[in-house]
Nanobody
């Protein structure tokens, strides 16, 4: 049974940093798209970043939403089966519940589409709150 467990959320002041982690238990797919979404109440869900890996190595292609480019970095540790999101220069508008998602049924080209997570696995989320 696959389980994605996020951690690392919290409350920080604007300009601060957080690193989110997503441990993928029971997730043994060699080819997979993984990434992060966020959603604040009353707003639409937003794709934040995604990355495609194959056989334990990434394709080197990552996707970032325009709103986080230059501030957030997605990475993964295949040995630990863990996905990360390093968030720097946080802004109040980054406040949201952040969700980890994984989908082994899309290819590398689809990993950067708006719908790549459809039919995949989701975590329960971790809250990020940025105060001004």
């Amino acid at each position: 049974q696959v389980q994605l467990v996020e951690s690392g959320g919290g409350s920080v002041q604007a300009g601060g940093s957080l690193r989110l982690s997503c441990a993928a238990f029971g997730y043994t797919y060699a080819y997979s798209c993984m990434g992060w979404f966020r959603q604040d109440p009353g707003k639409e869900r937003e794709g934040v970043a995604s990355i495609y890996s194959s056989g334990g190595s990434t394709y080197g292609r990552t996707y970032y939403a325009d709103s986080v480019k230059g501030r957030f970095t997605i990475s993964q540790d295949n040995a630990k089966n863990t996905l990360y999101l390093q968030m720097n220069s946080l802004k109040p508008e980054d406040t949201a519940m952040y969700y980890c998602a994984a989908n082994p049924w899309v290819n590398a080209n689809s990993c950067y589409s708006a719908s790549w997570s459809n039919g995949g696995y989701w975590g329960q989320g971790t809250q990020v709150t940025v105060s001004s």
